[in-house]
């Protein structure tokens, strides 16, 4: 069982902009940068959002992040047919003193 | 960069089992190695990290003493193995590290492929 918590599902028209939450708590979101993750369907995960706000190279910046007290969000504006994916949040944890992911969120272009 | 995992497995109850994560791209010694467990549906869980440099091992208290974590410096790769495999370990298992050298808590820029494990009688 996470300790992070995410809505299961989330959804939107191509175009529109999606918002994906992500609540923990002080010994992980609270003291820790937080991490996003999109797993395309059938594939390995592949890192979205790094240091809370920051796009590896190759994201685009339809994708963002951002971080307040004991929670996190993805932001997907301009939401396109391959954004279709599981996104998960993570960051590491002191108190279990091990990284953290979220329980995951399933993005569906309507 | 990259991490090239083992094949699928299947295996039975009981049985042992060793799967492989090889780095190459990069000095394998410097950065972490963490394995990631993904059950059929489910979500992802960190299992645990090693340092190959020094075969320095931390595992998550859900996986402490169900399977152990090791790695070959010199042939730069880092395993997972089982003892005695049970249906409940059937699942994906990735290998991944950090963007950056030392820092185990970092994000995880480089994956494996992931390796199926299907544990059935």
């Known amino acids: 069982q996470s300790v992070l918590t995410q809505p299961p599902s989330a959804s939107g028209t191509p175009g529109q902009r999606v918002t994906i939450s992500c609540s923990g708590s002080?010994?992980?979101?609270?003291?820790?940068?937080v991490h996003w993750y999109q797993q395309l369907p059938g594939t390995a995960p592949k890192l979205l959002i790094y240091t809370n706000n920051q796009r590896p190279s190759g994201v685009p910046d339809r994708f963002s992040g951002s971080k307040s007290g004991t929670s996190a969000s993805l932001a997907i504006s301009g939401l396109q047919s391959e954004d279709e994916a599981d996104y998960y949040c993570?960051?590491?944890?002191?108190?279990?003193?091990?990284?953290?992911f979220g329980t995951g969120t399933k993005v569906t272009v309507l | 960069v990259q991490l090239v995992q083992s094949g699928a497995e299947v295996k039975k109850p009981g049985e042992s089992l060793k799967i492989s994560c090889k780095g190459s791209?990069?000095?394998?010694?410097?950065?972490?190695i963490v394995w990631v467990r993904q059950m059929p549906g489910k979500g992802l869980e960190w299992m645990g990290i090693?340092?190959?440099?020094?075969?320095?091992?931390r595992y998550s208290p859900s996986f402490q003493g169900q399977v152990t974590i090791s790695a070959d410096k010199s042939i730069s790769t880092a395993y997972l193995q089982w003892s005695s495999l049970k249906a409940s370990d059937t699942a994906m298992y990735y290998c991944?590290?950090?963007?950056?050298?030392?820092?185990?808590?970092?994000?995880?820029?480089?994956w494996g492929q992931g390796t199926m494990i299907t544990v059935s009688s």
């Open positions: 791209g990069y000095t394998f010694s410097n950065y972490w």
């Open positions: 993570a960051t590491w944890d002191d108190s279990l003193n091990g990284y953290v």
């Open positions: 002080s010994s992980n979101i609270g003291s820790n940068t």
């Open positions: 991944a590290r950090p963007g950056s050298s030392g820092n185990y808590h970092d994000a995880f820029n480089i």
């Open positions: 090693i340092w190959p440099g020094d075969s320095d091992t």
